[in-house]
């Protein structure tokens, strides 16, 4: 092994170009004397500005609800379609995030990637408080927020640069798992914000709630003052800060990417693929969604690996001089057959806690929020508000935390007994227990009293939560062990993106099948989903002549 110590160049506070030329974090001298602490430097950071992206990316689940308790002039189904937006543009913006490091730098992609934030989130706050402004105002919005989704792809194959393999799960579930805390901080934030005037007479004036609404507390009653604007602007208060850090605190290491440019040159870089990927996201919706805001013409099984290809033709066509080179680099990863299977288990795991994460707080107040019951006719009515119901804005924040908390725990898990063991069995949990969800919400949805079904409801979808976080943790941990160091980076990004699409299957999916009347295929859909998967895992990594054994 070799021991001599070339010593790394890290970021001063006060200044520096923030470039680390030597990194050898498997040399265990250089990680010890060197090393580690910039490593965990560069995680420290990275994880708030990830809470951010996901707070972003995420907050249409929450928006949507109070739109509907606030008389905003859209149908239920209008509102399930800009969670769903949201979901899709995420998933897509990760398919170029995961290949910014390498052709960008980590400081200049975390940076500008985290202050990029700042436009969906005012931009959103401008819009709330219009709520005569045309549908397609919020859902170009809720578009704009799939920045927030592309930044774990990023941010994922930036740490996984900082650590040797040994401590790959255990950062990775770090990053992700504390960086998911995303989606619980905003689905607590956002109701409190809701409740005050942050920002005076520049913030906008309240409006009254037409519907009970909640926050983690209990109910907030009808008529009571609503700042829904906050949703967006509060954001503004973190991320600002926020980029200062990741600029004078975070690190570009050469070895990972030698031919970023300067900064303005890695900004433009970032820029120009963030923006590419907006097209095939516009794209394919439009000939999803529809009339009036599309055409309706594709399938959702259709227009996602549709999305998909065409995300992956533009960067490659669109690609030019070295960053072509990059690109294609990068495309070799679809030549290994375990970026395919490893894609398959993250949508088990990541693609479940973000998909329920957006679908929850709607489901809740769609299902529990109003009485079914047959009328004079015996045609079942799902219209009459429910005085008893949940609140999901008091709820739908325990799923997400709980999913966010045991993240680390998996990868600290499968850095003890191994990944796939790990998995194989959160994947058993999940089949049992998506398919009693589904049964919990057929009883509900066809009950006068459906409340009653809300305890056992909740406590499943922890169960489903609890191991999808802890199976994201055994998947990195996979990753990590599978993949040597130039390509485990941009496989995290390529199968985050891929999983990241769970966020616009879930909403739709649950949110058809509500409408349909049949709220348990949906989940019935999944358990089978998990059940493929889990023969999957066995056979690639735990079977006798598994291709690797229990990575």
Known sequence: MNTTTHPAVPAAPGG????IQDWRPEDEQFWAQTGSKIAYRNLWISI???LCGFAVWGMWGIITVQMLNLGFPFSQAELFTLTAIAGISGATMRIPASFLIRMAGGRNTIFLTTAMLLAP??????ALQHPEWPLWVFQLMALWSGVGGGNFASSMSNISTFFPKRLQGTALGLNAGLGNFGVTTMQIVIPLVMTVGLFGAFGGEAKALIKDSGWIFGKIKAGTPTYIQNAGFAWVLSLVPLAVLCW???????TVTPNSGSPISAFLKIVYLYSLAFIPSIGMLYLYLPAPTGLGLLNMWVAIPLDIIAALLVMKLAAFGTMKENVAKQFEIFRNKHTWSMTALYVVTFGSFIGFSMALP????????????????????HTLKNPNAPSALTYAWIGPFVGAAVRPIGGWISDKVGGSIVTQVISAIMVVASAAVGYVMMQAYGSSAPEQYFPMFMGLFVLLFAASGVGNGSTFRSVGFIFDRQQAGPVLGWTSAVAAYGAFIAPVLIGQQIK???PQYAFYGFSVFYAVCLVLN??????????????
């Not at 004078?248 to 050469?254: E, Q, Y």
């Not at 056979?539 to 054994?549: E, M, N």
Request: aromatic content about 14%; cysteine-free; overall charge positive.
């Open 121 to 126: 989130a005012i931009g959103t706050g401008i």
């Open 248 to 254: 004078f605190g975070m690190n570009n290491l050469k």
């Open 516 to 518: 349909a009347g049949t």
């Open 16 to 19: 520096g170009s923030g470039d």
């Open 362 to 381: 709607l489901a809740i107040t769609v299902i529990f929020g109003f009485i079914h019951a047959p009328d004079a006719a015996g045609v079942m009515q």
């Open 538 to 551: 066995w056979w690639f990594y735990l079977r006798a002549k598994a291709y690797v054994k229990n990575p």
């Open 48 to 50: 708030p500005a990830l």
